[in-house]
């Protein structure tokens, strides 16, 4: 059975760091790209990161560009977000979600999202 | 304000079919690229209901489909059902800042 659970979210003041961590199971981790989304209180989805399968390839929204760094442990099986540099407007439940390549542009940025964990809270508050 | 431009809301009766559009630009989905749609139930993680354009992933009834035209896309339900309340996401890649990955705004689909 395919599984994301997410982990890592917590209450955490302006300026402040936090690492999320997504643990992964019932597939081969190191054969898929894998993404962040986010969706603040009562807004959409919002799109954050993205690393390939072999993790040399990382593209960032502009609005955590340089202040969020994606990276992923294969053996593991593990996917980690770290934010720096928190923000109020930087709260949301955090997804993770396992990139599915159906076309032939198979550099992450195409994919649709297939498997999603439940998501992890980060709330950035004084 | 998102690239990719939904109806806040569409709402139908139970049995009638419905539509949600996706509207994007030469950037996006008028350059080609593909179209992938969600449906996130309340309180729960989005879930995969089309992938490039007009593909169902196993699973999903074929009520659901997709279509893409220019620089639009669209998601239409048939047989509504009063499960089928949820909010419903358009996805796609853009070649501008804005992108690269972008959503729709979401639609509040509502079944009367």
């Known amino acids: 059975q395919v599984h994301l659970v997410e982990s890592g979210g917590g209450v955490v003041q302006p300026g402040r760091s936090l690492r999320l961590s997504c643990g992964a199971s019932?597939?081969?981790?190191?054969?898929?790209?894998m993404n962040w989304v986010r969706q603040a209180p009562g807004k959409g989805l919002d799109w954050v990161s993205v690393?390939?399968?072999?993790?040399?390839?990382?593209y960032y929204a502009e609005s955590v560009k340089g202040r969020f760094t994606i990276s992923r442990d294969n053996s593991k099986n593990t996917l980690y977000l770290q934010m720096n540099s928190l923000r109020p407007e930087d709260t949301a439940v955090y997804y993770c979600?396992?990139?599915?390549?159906?076309?032939?542009?198979?550099?992450?940025?195409?994919?649709?999202?297939?498997?999603w964990g439940q998501g992890t809270v980060v709330t950035v508050s004084s | 304000q998102s690239v990719l431009t939904q109806p806040p809301s569409v709402s139908g009766a139970p049995g009638q079919r419905v539509t949600i559009s996706c509207t994007g630009s030469?950037?996006?989905?008028?350059?080609?690229?593909?179209v992938h749609w969600y449906q996130q139930l309340p309180g729960t993680a989005p879930k995969l209901l089309i992938y490039g354009n007009n593909n169902r992933p196993s699973g999903v009834p074929d009520r659901f489909s997709g279509s893409k035209s220019g620089t639009s896309a669209s998601l239409a339900i048939t047989g509504l059902q009063a499960e089928d309340e949820a909010d419903y996401y358009c996805q796609s890649y853009d070649s501008s800042l804005s992108g690269p990955v972008v959503f729709g705004g979401g639609t509040k689909l509502t079944v009367l």
């Open positions: 030469r950037s996006n989905i008028g350059a080609g690229y593909n």
């Open positions: 979600a396992r990139g599915y390549c159906s076309g032939s542009r198979c550099d992450g940025l195409h994919d649709s999202f297939d498997v």
């Open positions: 019932g597939f081969i981790f190191s054969n898929s790209a």
């Open positions: 690393i390939s399968f072999d993790g040399r390839n990382k």
